[in-house]
DNA sequence: TAGACGTGGCA
DNA sequence: TTGCCAAGTCT
């Protein structure tokens, strides 16, 4: 079955990048943009790597520059061991392997900053070499092709992704009918899992194993790769406004979608900006600096995320909106509000409301 | 082996 | 603003 191995090369060779700057069986430098690349996207890599190669453009004038002036060009790239490495790597290259780079995969491995995947791209890339790689676009392509489920940075399934990637490759080299480019299947896997099979919406239309791809088959895009358990619930925002006129609160019904849906309770705003627009909205004429009267803010635990309330408290004594029974928005009473269907956190903010001095 | 390592894009 | 993720490796 190394249909799935040709359909990937062929896609990319109609539709995948072939203009990137490295681009090449040159090991320095496809080396230097695997290292670069490392969880760094493409379109930040490309200026970085440009400038890099025009001041460093060998091993040897890697290996002999300052490490100072190595980081120079590095700085803003992030993840600075890389840039270390890379230099110390290259003075590595230089002593022992007289500024050739090795061809053999226990050799290449050994090397500062270069592990299994980045050995294996350079090993495809370089010499053509039969194995696979495996990166975040790999690993989700895998576990929505072939229906791999659990988290993919554990052990376990590191492992079976591997397992896979190999199994998928080695059939199709067993096949005496196929010819695998491995420079074009490696950049299929890499190109096609960024540009198809995205983290989000992937483009299953424009996919051509989607007929047997299981995520596509079970409409599980969206669960695979499975996501990592969050450790600490998500944090939301919002802002309140207590509009008070004359020992009333102005209360909103909540919207028939998301949470409170259907309760009364206080307008509530993205951030402040918005709540200043819906007060205009009303023909108040407001002054920010002077008229919101910022109170103490507090957070609500739901089930599944933390809600930061920051109640803003306006005075008004302009015109009074009656209070409408059919949308149920309205001023209310300070102290007649206790049987209606509020929120707890809102009617605890109403009690604290009431029994201060306002 | 889980956590650290940087920065930027995206929802 | 928060959280998640991106051509991973090292300790």
Same mark, same amino acid.
Request: charged share 20%.
């Given at each position: 079955m190394s249909n799935f191995v040709q359909k990937l090369c062929a896609w990319q060779q109609a539709h995948g990048r072939h203009d990137l700057p490295w681009q090449s069986t040159d090991p320095y430098r496809v080396w230097l943009s695997e290292i670069m690349l490392q969880q760094t996207q493409v379109a930040t890599v490309i200026d970085y790597y440009k400038r890099f190669l025009e001041r460093f453009p060998t091993i040897s004038e890697l290996a002999s520059a300052e490490q100072s002036e190595v980081m120079s060009y590095w700085a803003g790239?992030?993840?600075?061991?890389?840039?270390?490495?890379?230099?110390?790597?290259?003075q590595i290259v230089v002593e022992q392997y007289g500024g050739v780079f090795p061809r053999e995969y226990e050799d290449i491995v050994a090397l500062p900053g270069i592990g299994r995947s980045t050995a294996h791209a350079i090993m495809a890339f370089c010499y053509g070499?039969?194995?696979?790689?495996?990166?975040?676009?790999?690993?989700?392509?895998?576990?929505?092709?072939?229906?791999?489920?659990? !988290?993919?940075?554990?052990?376990?399934?590191?492992? %079976?992704?591997?397992? *896979?990637?190999?199994?998928?490759?080695?059939?199709? #080299?067993?096949?005496?009918?196929?010819?695998?480019?491995?420079?074009?299947?490696t950049q299929a896997l890499m190109d096609f899992g960024s540009l198809i099979c995205t983290r989000s919406k992937p483009l299953c239309d424009d996919c051509p194993v989607a007929g047997s791809c299981y995520a596509k088959t079970?409409?599980?895009?969206?669960?695979?790769?499975?996501?990592?358990?969050?450790?600490?619930?998500?944090?939301?925002?919002?802002?309140?406004?207590?509009? !008070?006129?004359?020992?009333?609160?102005?209360?909103? %019904?909540?919207?028939? *979608?998301?949470?409170?849906?259907?309760?009364?309770? #206080?307008?509530?705003?993205?951030?402040?900006?918005?709540?200043?627009?819906?007060?205009?909205?009303?023909?108040m004429a407001i002054n920010p600096a002077k008229d919101l009267i910022k109170l103490a803010a507090f957070e609500h635990i739901f089930s599944h995320f933390k809600l930061h309330i920051q109640p803003i408290l306006v005075k008004t004594t302009g015109a009074q909106s009656l209070l409408d029974s059919s949308s149920k928005q309205g001023y209310y009473h300070l102290h007649s509000w206790q049987t209606l269907p509020i929120p707890k956190p809102v009617s605890t903010l109403l009690e604290t409301l009431a029994t201060t001095d306002i």
């Open positions: 790239l992030g993840y600075y061991a890389r840039a270390r490495n890379l230099h110390r790597c290259a070499a039969p194995t696979p790689i495996m990166d975040g676009n790999v690993k989700r392509l895998f576990t929505r092709y072939y229906g791999i489920k659990g !988290v993919t940075s554990t052990a376990a399934v590191e492992k %079976q992704l591997w397992s *896979q990637a190999e199994k998928t490759l080695n059939e199709a #080299l067993g096949d005496e009918h196929t010819h695998v480019d491995m420079a074009c299947y079970h409409n599980l895009q969206k669960e695979l790769p499975t996501s990592k358990a969050r450790k600490t619930t998500p944090t939301r925002h919002t802002v309140m406004l207590l509009l !008070v006129h004359d020992n009333h609160i102005w209360l909103e %019904q909540r919207p028939q *979608q998301g949470i409170w849906s259907g309760l009364l309770s #206080l307008p509530s705003f993205d951030d402040t900006e918005a709540l200043i627009h819906y007060l205009q909205n009303q023909g």
